[in-house]
């Protein structure tokens, strides 16, 4: 199984959880890329992502807050040349039932974890087609020019019984099904460009977000996720998938 060969990668919410656990095993790599912007909301106090990049001359790190257009765009501007491989991880969870649900938790939630992504994406495009531009390898894949969503098995509509009697997070679950839609979107529309784009879950994980008793080590879930996003192909496009590559029901 051929590895991640991706030359540009940019990864959000990079300063923790699943984020910065992408980053270390991209530097790690056999075929570590050449430019790893590893972006967060406040670099200086990112104390891992500074340690990773005093040691790798790869890792770049860029301020971007995905609720900021500014912060975004002036990351455009420093990544300022064409990018293989988008990952939208960073997003938000609130734990909240239908009691306590509010337009103020609603509105945040939705706006971190669809409309920055979707918004990042938007803004990204131009380097994105490029990298496809120029690359000469064949159909589509994350080397050559894609973005990924980080999702979550909560979105599928079709589990929803199984995962919502569990813990019924109302923004978290709805705001997962919306970015599930962007990507389909997304998809579509960037065939066109040979932009791939696929939507995938994690596993339960355990980072801030996932608790202490999630089954899985950042490590695993990260480590299976890489060989997942060097493997998809042009048959991927707009799939909806599981850490180890598995298809998740809509
Ligand atoms: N852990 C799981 O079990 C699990 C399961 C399914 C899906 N996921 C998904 O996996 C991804 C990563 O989750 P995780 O477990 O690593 O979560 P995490 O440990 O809570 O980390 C979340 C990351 O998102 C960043 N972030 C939040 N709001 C942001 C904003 N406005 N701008 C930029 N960055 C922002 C955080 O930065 P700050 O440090 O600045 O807050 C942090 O780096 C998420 O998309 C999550 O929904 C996780």
Not at 21 to 26: A, F, G, P, S
Not at 84 to 98: G, K, P, T, V
Not at 174 to 198: F, P, T, V, W, Y
Request: hydrophobic letters at 40%; one cysteine or more; proline letters at 3%.
């Amino acid at each position: 199984m051929a590895g991640l060969k991706a030359e540009t990668v940019l990864i959000t919410g990079a300063n923790r959880g699943i984020g910065l656990e992408i980053v270390k095993q991209l530097v790690s790599s056999e075929s570590p890329p050449a430019r790893i912007f590893a972006t967060c909301r406040q670099p200086s106090a990112a104390q891992e992502l500074q340690e990773l990049r005093s040691k790798h001359s790869n890792v770049e790190l860029i301020q971007l807050d995905v609720l900021d257009l500014a912060s975004i765009e002036a990351a455009v501007n420093s990544v300022g040349t064409s990018l293989n491989l988008l990952i939208n991880n960073a997003a938000i969870l609130h734990f909240e039932s239908l009691e306590n649900v509010t337009m103020e938790t609603m509105t945040k939630v939705f706006q971190t974890n669809v409309i920055g992504p979707l918004m990042i994406s938007k803004m990204f495009l131009s380097h994105l087609k490029e990298a496809a531009q120029q690359s000469h390898l064949e159909g589509m894949n994350c080397n050559k020019a894609a973005i990924i969503n980080i999702s979550s098995i909560v979105a599928s509509i079709e589990k929803c019984p199984e995962s919502f009697i569990q813990q019924p997070f109302y923004s978290y679950y709805i705001s997962k099904a919306g970015l599930n839609m962007a990507s389909r979107c997304l998809s579509e529309d960037l065939r066109q460009h040979q932009i791939l784009c696929a939507a995938i879950h994690p596993g339960w994980v355990r980072t801030d977000m996932g608790g202490l008793n999630a089954p899985l080590t950042v490590t695993d879930s990260v480590s299976s996720m890489m060989k997942v996003l060097a493997n998809l192909s042009q048959n991927d496009t707009g799939k909806y998938l599981d850490w180890e590559g598995k298809v998740i029901t809509w």
